[in-house]
Protein backbone atom coordinates (compact mmCIF):
# COMPACT_ATOMS: atom_id res chain seq x y z
CA UNK A 1 0.00 0.00 0.00
CA UNK A 2 1.40 3.36 -1.01
CA UNK A 3 1.66 6.06 1.70
CA UNK A 4 2.68 9.44 1.17
CA UNK A 5 3.61 11.24 4.79
CA UNK A 6 4.21 15.04 4.76
CA UNK A 7 5.96 16.72 7.04
CA UNK A 8 7.28 20.56 7.97
CA UNK A 9 4.49 22.49 8.00
CA UNK A 10 3.86 25.12 10.44
CA UNK A 11 3.11 28.76 11.35
CA UNK A 12 6.00 31.25 10.43
CA UNK A 13 6.24 35.16 9.61
CA UNK A 14 6.48 36.67 6.74
CA UNK A 15 9.84 36.52 5.08
CA UNK A 16 10.91 33.30 6.52
CA UNK A 17 11.50 30.11 5.96
CA UNK A 18 10.27 26.55 6.34
CA UNK A 19 11.15 23.02 4.88
CA UNK A 20 8.61 20.24 4.01
CA UNK A 21 9.43 16.83 4.06
CA UNK A 22 7.63 13.99 2.30
CA UNK A 23 8.29 10.08 3.38
CA UNK A 24 6.88 7.65 0.80
CA UNK A 25 6.53 4.02 0.91
CA UNK A 26 6.42 3.55 -2.88
CA UNK A 27 8.32 0.47 -4.54
CA UNK A 28 10.58 1.87 -7.16
CA UNK A 29 10.48 5.64 -5.95
CA UNK A 30 13.40 6.76 -8.40
CA UNK A 31 10.39 5.73 -11.58
CA UNK A 32 8.06 8.28 -10.11
CA UNK A 33 7.65 11.94 -10.68
CA UNK A 34 7.75 14.02 -7.38
CA UNK A 35 5.48 16.92 -7.10
CA UNK A 36 3.90 19.68 -4.32
CA UNK A 37 1.01 21.17 -4.77
CA UNK A 38 -0.86 23.68 -2.67
CA UNK A 39 -4.83 24.42 -1.97
CA UNK A 40 -5.65 27.54 -0.23
CA UNK A 41 -9.30 27.97 1.30
CA UNK A 42 -11.43 28.61 -1.66
CA UNK A 43 -9.15 28.06 -4.51
CA UNK A 44 -8.36 25.24 -6.57
CA UNK A 45 -4.86 23.32 -5.80
CA UNK A 46 -2.21 24.26 -7.90
CA UNK A 47 1.24 22.94 -8.78
CA UNK A 48 3.83 24.30 -6.81
CA UNK A 49 7.07 22.24 -7.88
CA UNK A 50 7.63 19.09 -9.67
CA UNK A 51 11.11 16.89 -10.07
CA UNK A 52 10.98 14.38 -12.32
CA UNK A 53 12.70 11.22 -12.24
CA UNK A 54 14.87 12.19 -14.30
CA UNK A 55 15.77 14.92 -11.58
CA UNK A 56 14.20 18.11 -13.95
CA UNK A 57 12.50 20.90 -12.32
CA UNK A 58 10.09 23.07 -13.05
CA UNK A 59 8.23 25.72 -10.65
CA UNK A 60 5.00 27.49 -10.66
CA UNK A 61 6.05 31.33 -11.40
CA UNK A 62 4.57 32.70 -8.18
CA UNK A 63 7.41 30.66 -6.62
CA UNK A 64 10.89 31.02 -8.35
CA UNK A 65 13.51 32.07 -6.63
CA UNK A 66 12.21 31.28 -3.26
CA UNK A 67 11.17 27.45 -3.47
CA UNK A 68 13.41 24.54 -4.83
CA UNK A 69 12.31 21.18 -4.75
CA UNK A 70 14.29 18.11 -4.09
CA UNK A 71 14.62 14.16 -3.80
CA UNK A 72 16.67 11.82 -1.88
CA UNK A 73 16.12 8.56 -3.75
CA UNK A 74 18.07 6.35 -0.99
CA UNK A 75 15.60 7.51 1.78
CA UNK A 76 12.42 7.49 -0.72
CA UNK A 77 11.56 11.51 0.54
CA UNK A 78 10.90 14.55 -1.42
CA UNK A 79 11.77 18.55 0.10
CA UNK A 80 10.51 22.08 0.10
CA UNK A 81 12.87 24.87 0.99
CA UNK A 82 10.97 27.34 1.07
CA UNK A 83 12.23 30.56 1.68
CA UNK A 84 10.68 34.21 1.68
CA UNK A 85 7.28 33.22 2.43
CA UNK A 86 4.61 35.76 1.82
CA UNK A 87 0.99 35.25 3.11
CA UNK A 88 0.00 34.36 -0.07
CA UNK A 89 1.72 30.83 0.04
CA UNK A 90 -0.28 30.27 2.89
CA UNK A 91 -2.46 26.35 2.29
CA UNK A 92 -2.21 23.06 2.38
CA UNK A 93 0.50 21.77 0.95
CA UNK A 94 0.18 18.12 -0.75
CA UNK A 95 2.52 15.14 -1.93
CA UNK A 96 2.02 13.68 -5.40
CA UNK A 97 3.87 10.77 -6.43
CA UNK A 98 2.72 9.96 -10.44
CA UNK A 99 4.14 7.98 -13.25
CA UNK A 100 1.88 7.26 -16.65
CA UNK A 101 -0.75 5.59 -14.99
CA UNK A 102 -0.56 6.35 -11.43
CA UNK A 103 -1.13 8.92 -8.84
CA UNK A 104 -0.72 9.11 -5.36
CA UNK A 105 -1.64 11.84 -2.92
CA UNK A 106 -0.63 12.43 0.60
CA UNK A 107 -2.77 13.82 3.63
CA UNK A 108 -1.33 17.67 3.25
CA UNK A 109 0.27 19.71 6.03
CA UNK A 110 -0.77 23.48 6.72
CA UNK A 111 1.66 26.14 5.71
CA UNK A 112 0.25 29.21 7.44
CA UNK A 113 2.44 32.60 6.79
CA UNK A 114 1.66 35.32 9.10
CA UNK A 115 2.65 38.16 11.19
Known amino acids: QVQLVESGGGLVQPGGSLRLSCAASIRSFNLYDMGWYRQAPGKQRELVAVIRRTSITNYADSVKGRFTISRDNAKNTVFLQMNSLKPEDTAVYYC?????????WGQGTQVTVSS
Open 96 to 104: NAAQTHYAY
